[in-house]
C-alpha cells in the first residue's frame, strides 16, 4: 500500500471512493465528497491523502483548518476518511490517520478535532474534553488530540464547506421558497427532512404546523438559495403591504 498526497488526477477518484465509503450509512447525508470539494475550491484543504494499492485508490483523508473561540490558532479538523468498502478492515483507515497526523505533527501544528467513535479514535491519542466543544454535538463523540501542553477552552468551528445540505433537503427547501406566505408554510412536522431543517434552525417552527425561513441562517449552508429565499420574502412582504398586488395575487391563487 501506498500513502501520498492527492494529485489533480485523483480529484475525481477520490470523490466516487468518497461516496462509496459513505453510501450505506444511516448517519451520512452523502455530502462528504461535496465537503472535500469545497474544501480544494476554498484552499481550504491542507491534507489530502490518498492510499493506492496496485495503482487503484482504495482511500482518502482530509485535514482542514478549524477556528477555537478562545483564539487558539493552529488546530485542524480530520475527516471526511474513506475507505472503499471492499477495502475496509484492512488498517487502511488507520494508516490514512497516522500519515496524516504525523504531517501535522511535523508541520509545528497543534491540535487536532474530529467527529468519531472514542473506542475508534481513543489509539490515536483523541480524547473528549470538557471545556473544548462543537455546538450541537454530543461531548462523547467530539474529540481532540493536543500536539502541545495546552488543551484550548472554547468553542470549535469547522471550516464553512462543512455546512452541507443533502439534496433531499435542498428539494424541501425549494418547495418552502415556491410555496412561501407571509404566516408561513403548511408542512409535515413528522417529515424527518423537516425536522432536520428546523433542527438547523433555517426553518424555523410557527403554531398550527406552520414553518417560517431564516435566509440567514440558510446562507450559512447554501448562499444561493438564500438568495432566492430572501428575494422571494421581500417581495411576498411588498405584495402583502399593497392592497392591489395583494388581490391580484392572492385572488389568482
Given at each position: 500500500?501506498?500513502?501520498?498526497?492527492?494529485?489533480?488526477?485523483?480529484i475525481d477518484t477520490i470523490a466516487e471512493v468518497t461516496k462509496a465509503a459513505f453510501k450505506d450509512y444511516s448517519y451520512s447525508q452523502q455530502t462528504e465528497h461535496l465537503t472535500i470539494h469545497d474544501l480544494r475550491v476554498a484552499g481550504a484543504l491542507t491534507i489530502s491523502l490518498v492510499s493506492e494499492i496496485g495503482g487503484q485508490v482504495v482511500g482518502h483523508i482530509a485535514l482542514s483548518p478549524v477556528t477555537i473561540s478562545d483564539g487558539t490558532t493552529n488546530w485542524y479538523g480530520l475527516g471526511p476518511v474513506s475507505v472503499l468498502p471492499e477495502y475496509q478492515g484492512h488498517r487502511i483507515g488507520t494508516a490514512l490517520v497516522n500519515?496524516?497526523?504525523?504531517?501535522?505533527?511535523?508541520?509545528?501544528?497543534?491540535?487536532?478535532?474530529?467527529?468519531?467513535?472514542?473506542?475508534?479514535?481513543?489509539r490515536f491519542g483523541f480524547w473528549s474534553y470538557p471545556q473544548l466543544i462543537h455546538e450541537g454535538t454530543p461531548q462523547e463523540v467530539?474529540?481532540?488530540?493536543?500536539?502541545?501542553e495546552r488543551v484550548p477552552n472554547?468553542?470549535?468551528?469547522?471550516?464553512?464547506?462543512?455546512?452541507?445540505?443533502?439534496?433531499?433537503?435542498k428539494d424541501a427547501i425549494a418547495d418552502v421558497i415556491i410555496d412561501y406566505a407571509i404566516a408561513?408554510?403548511?408542512?409535515?412536522?413528522?417529515?424527518?427532512?423537516?425536522?432536520?431543517?428546523?433542527?438547523?434552525?433555517?426553518?424555523?417552527?410557527?403554531?398550527?404546523?406552520?414553518?417560517?425561513?431564516r435566509p440567514s441562517v440558510l446562507a450559512e449552508y447554501d448562499s444561493y438559495?438564500?438568495?432566492?429565499?430572501?428575494?422571494?420574502?421581500?417581495?411576498?412582504?411588498?405584495?402583502?403591504?399593497?392592497?392591489i398586488l395583494a388581490a391580484v395575487t392572492y385572488g389568482n391563487g
Amino acid at each position: 500500500m501506498i500513502i501520498r498526497n492527492e494529485e489533480p488526477s485523483d480529484i475525481d477518484t477520490i470523490a466516487e471512493v468518497t461516496k462509496a465509503a459513505f453510501k450505506d450509512y444511516s448517519y451520512s447525508q452523502q455530502t462528504e465528497h461535496l465537503t472535500i470539494h469545497d474544501l480544494r475550491v476554498a484552499g481550504a484543504l491542507t491534507i489530502s491523502l490518498v492510499s493506492e494499492i496496485g495503482g487503484q485508490v482504495v482511500g482518502h483523508i482530509a485535514l482542514s483548518p478549524v477556528t477555537i473561540s478562545d483564539g487558539t490558532t493552529n488546530w485542524y479538523g480530520l475527516g471526511p476518511v474513506s475507505v472503499l468498502p471492499e477495502y475496509q478492515g484492512h488498517r487502511i483507515g488507520t494508516a490514512l490517520v497516522n500519515s496524516g497526523l504525523a504531517l501535522l505533527k511535523s508541520s509545528n501544528s497543534n491540535g487536532i478535532v474530529l467527529l468519531g467513535l472514542p473506542t475508534y479514535f481513543n489509539r490515536f491519542g483523541f480524547w473528549s474534553y470538557p471545556q473544548l466543544i462543537h455546538e450541537g454535538t454530543p461531548q462523547e463523540v467530539f474529540v481532540a488530540k493536543s500536539l502541545v501542553e495546552r488543551v484550548p477552552n472554547g468553542t470549535v468551528e469547522f471550516h464553512q464547506a462543512f455546512k452541507q445540505l443533502s439534496i433531499i433537503e435542498k428539494d424541501a427547501i425549494a418547495d418552502v421558497i415556491i410555496d412561501y406566505a407571509i404566516a408561513g408554510i403548511k408542512v409535515d412536522l413528522a417529515d424527518p427532512v423537516i425536522g432536520s431543517l428546523i433542527q438547523k434552525e433555517i426553518l424555523t417552527e410557527m403554531p398550527d404546523g406552520k414553518v417560517m425561513m431564516r435566509p440567514s441562517v440558510l446562507a450559512e449552508y447554501d448562499s444561493y438559495f438564500a438568495q432566492v429565499s430572501q428575494f422571494r420574502a421581500t417581495e411576498m412582504s411588498r405584495v402583502h403591504k399593497n392592497p392591489i398586488l395583494a388581490a391580484v395575487t392572492y385572488g389568482n391563487g
